[in-house]
């Protein structure tokens, strides 16, 4: 049997419809910005295999700081015991995030950052005695599919099998200059009953690669420190030089009192999950009472590969040539946005950062199930890259080792897609 049959007898692959699926695609090997499928065939990875690679596909420098710990310690409890990976990466992410976070909880992907980060908040106010039990969030925002990370997400075809089991949220639009007035009051009308506000800074990845300004952002969040709300800022997407500088929060004045980390973390290498939070966070905690314990844990928390691997990636993000990298991208993606934002296919371009998005103009409203979506990701696979449109929405989300002619040759193919595809379907 073909690994494209064995597959079909036994897995289940996420965001799928099985009946009718696209036959996945096997791949054997990886490298830089490559995958290769079966038959050898290189496929330039355009989104980073789902957000996660930075560096590249097996860099040689991760994968000998992990080989050489694997050799050393490949696991152990991180109840009661811990170990210099985890010491040395919480010491490491710190001194790169606002002054104000100064304690790191591990955990094992985005969505259990999330979950953490919402326990913390909602567990500071109970264990002081103070009713606050709400959650503040963006309509459209995206933080997970565990229960804790839907029920904050914005309401979709995604969660409506679980709407009567997720708690209330107060949803809100993202902050602009015409409505922050609007926005603040609704806040201020229920403040004190609000636990926290989560939101994704700056891009909402999920829902479209929609993007807002910081500065309206900042606004947002002066107000909801002046209403004593506590802010959890999901960097699981932006972390890591996405938005062109190192975390979204590098683009703010305002600080959250809580972060999360996921995807970029260990460079792709491996599932790891991080929230940091304050050291104000952290004290409600701390009690002669055992009942106010943060009662949260995972088999694989600081698993000392993982820990190694944010470690060996943190390192290489902070060389020059990978900043250089990253502002390359940027100015080149900068470029490619003024020569195809005319194109009369295509309804709007937007940028922040290393990410790049393209809406197609359909005629109708933006939709994830948009018919063009399957087309457009035969397309791109059928000239050797990957992309996963986002319904009727393109976005390139490069790897930083990627070249220019790499990227010139992922522009080109939307420039022919763009010619290619009627603005009808």
């Not at 955990?107 to 039990?133: F, H």
Request: glycine residues 6%; contains cysteine.
């Amino acid at each position: 049997m073909t690994l494209t049959e064995r597959d079909a007898r036994n897995i289940w692959h996420p965001y799928t419809q099985q009946m009718g699926a696209l036959h996945p695609v096997p791949i054997i090997r990886a490298e830089g910005c490559y995958l290769y499928d079966e038959h050898d065939k290189r496929i330039i990875d355009a989104v980073s295999s789902w957000w996660v690679i930075l560096h590249g596909h097996s860099h040689p420098y991760i994968v000998a700081r992990v080989t050489a710990q694997l050799k050393k310690l490949d696991q152990v409890i991180f109840a009661g015991f811990t170990h210099e990976p985890a010491i040395e990466l919480a010491e490491n992410l710190l001194a790169l995030l606002p002054d104000a976070q100064e304690k790191v909880f591990y955990s094992d992907n985005g969505s259990t950052a999330v979950e953490v980060a919402l326990k913390m908040c909602l567990q500071y106010w109970y264990n002081q005695g103070i009713p606050r039990r709400k959650v503040l969030a963006f309509r459209k925002g995206y933080h997970g599919d565990t229960f804790g990370a839907m029920s904050v997400s914005g309401r979709s075809a995604w969660t409506a099998p679980f709407d009567t089991l997720l708690f209330e949220v107060i949803f809100i639009d993202t902050p602009t200059p015409k409505n922050l007035a609007s926005v603040k009051a609704l806040i201020s009308g229920c403040a004190e009953e609000i636990a926290c506000f989560i939101y994704e800074p700056l891009v909402q990845g999920s829902a479209g690669m929609l993007m807002y300004n910081a500065e309206d952002l900042d606004q947002l969040m002066a107000h909801c420190r002046a209403e004593g709300i506590l802010m959890i800022q999901d960097e699981v997407f932006t972390g890591f030089g996405r938005t062109g500088k190192n975390f979204a929060a590098d683009h703010l004045e305002e600080q959250p009192d809580l972060m999360c980390f996921s995807k970029g973390l260990t460079g792709g290498t491996m599932p790891l999950g991080i929230t940091t939070c304050t050291s104000g966070i952290y004290e409600a905690f701390l009690s002669e009472d055992k009942m106010k314990t943060l009662f949260h844990g995972h088999s694989f928390t600081a698993n000392p590969l993982a820990c190694t691997a944010a470690l060996a990636s943190i390192e290489l993000l902070k060389k020059e040539d990978t900043q250089h990298a990253i502002e390359r991208i940027c100015k080149q993606h900068g470029t490619f946005l003024q020569k195809i934002s005319l194109h009369p296919k295509v309804r709007e371009v937007r940028q922040t950062g290393t990410i790049l998005a393209i809406e197609w103009e359909t005629g109708d409203r933006s939709s994830y199930f948009s018919q063009l979506r399957d087309q457009l990701y035969l397309y791109f696979l059928e000239h050797g890259i990957l992309m996963r449109p986002l319904g009727n929405v393109i976005y390139i989300l490069p790897p930083y080792c990627m070249s220019n002619e790499d990227l010139a040759e992922v522009y080109e193919r939307i420039e022919g897609a763009l010619d290619f595809f009627s603005s009808n379907i």
